[in-house]
């Protein structure tokens, strides 16, 4: 067996970088013994490993990715919004909350997966409305320009995690890698100025509270991570949020009470999912969704404003994402980015 694997079974040692490059050498090479690969994701998803086998797991992965040109983009105060997936089946309120704050003028790259808990994950809801993911740094920075917000497609994420899942078959991915749904927001490679990423299980937190002090020292970026008592990993405005901050070496926390900010009561079943969950958030961006879920993609739009520095007070953020659903600026940004990719392919 291999080490990392035996590692990680007997939970005795950290995994240390030599031990996962070894294993995504193998990986690679087709060389894994039958079922190592499902036993490491098992292993993973069972227990979240700890601070040393995280983050090497992570600089392994990082230093694996192609060498990345002098040209290559960096987004200056671009944000990105995206979750760990789990937890109860809701809209797709990090999509709507993404296209509402770019159409209040931040500036966002989302990244995103397929549906793991819900109806449609990020990639399932552009498909539907469609809406292209980029496929390069260059696309997305083009997108950017046109539309202020590019949605990236799986080019950010290592190689070797299509390695993992075609390994695993005829085994679904999705079921047995809940540890690399979890940590996805820290293995994408887009170099954004801001992250925020929602929690849905509390027994994964005090591992991603590491892979964003991790990310963050790494990057340079500033990352943020919310929880809630609902179990959504989004921002919810009928509820206390806490939200733990990553930027400069260190870490700092604030809440964030709905009702504080004057959003509206509700309930888990508010942000559920009708019959027709694309139409669904069109009625968001349009104004026309259920009140509890209209404030939870402002409030998430709100936090990508902040996050991005468009403004630094959560009233005027609230009072713009507001703005441009009443307005339709919101829902005109979905039509201009069909355009832009009927426009691609003519």
């Not at 031990?19 to 039958?34: E, V």
């Not at 399932?124 to 740094?137: F, K, P």
């Not at 991790?214 to 989004?234: C, I, K, M, P, Q």
């Not at 902040?306 to 994402?321: K, P, S």
Request: charged share 20%; proline share 5%.
């Amino acid at each position: 067996m291999h080490d990392a694997v035996a590692a990680l079974i007997a939970q005795d040692r950290p995994v240390e970088a030599p031990q996962w490059h070894s294993f995504w050498d193998r990986l690679g090479d087709g060389a894994l013994r039958r079922g190592e690969s499902v036993a490491l994701l098992a292993s993973l998803s069972t227990q979240m490993p700890g601070r040393a086998t995280l983050t090497a797991l992570l600089d392994s992965l990082a230093e694996r990715r192609p060498e990345q040109g002098a040209g290559r983009p960096h987004f200056d105060g671009v944000v990105n919004i995206v979750g760990t997936g789990g937890g109860p089946s809701t809209l797709n309120i990090s999509t709507a909350a993404a296209l509402t704050a770019a159409a209040m003028g931040t500036r966002v790259v989302k990244t995103g997966s397929r549906a793991y808990t819900s109806r449609l994950g990020s990639l399932d809801l552009l498909e539907r409305l469609g809406i292209e993911t980029t496929s390069s740094y260059e696309q997305t920075h083009d997108m950017l320009e046109r539309c202020g917000i590019a949605f990236a497609g799986p080019f950010v994420y290592p190689a070797e995690l299509g390695l993992l899942a075609r390994s695993v078959l005829p085994l679904d991915i999705r079921r047995l890698g809940r540890f690399v749904n979890a940590v996805g927001p820290f293995l994408a490679d887009m170099p954004v100025a801001a992250q925020l990423t929602g929690i849905s299980d509390p027994r994964l937190v005090t591992g991603l509270r590491h892979a964003a002090e991790h990310t963050a020292r790494r990057t340079g970026r500033s990352v943020w991570l919310a929880t809630n008592d609902t179990g959504a990993d989004e921002l919810i405005g009928f509820t206390t949020n806490l939200v733990r901050t990553y930027e400069g070496g260190g870490e700092d926390e604030f809440t964030l009470a709905g009702a504080a900010l004057g959003l509206r009561p509700g309930a888990l079943s508010d942000l559920r999912p009708g019959d027709d969950p694309v139409q669904d958030v069109l009625d968001l961006l349009a104004g026309r969704g259920r009140p509890a879920a209209e404030d939870a993609v402002c409030l998430n739009a709100a936090a990508l404003a902040v996050a991005g520095r468009l403004t630094g007070d959560w009233h005027q953020a609230l009072r713009g994402a507001r703005a441009v659903v009443t307005d339709g600026s919101a829902l005109a940004l979905v039509d201009r980015l069909r355009r832009a990719t009927e426009v691609a392919h003519v």
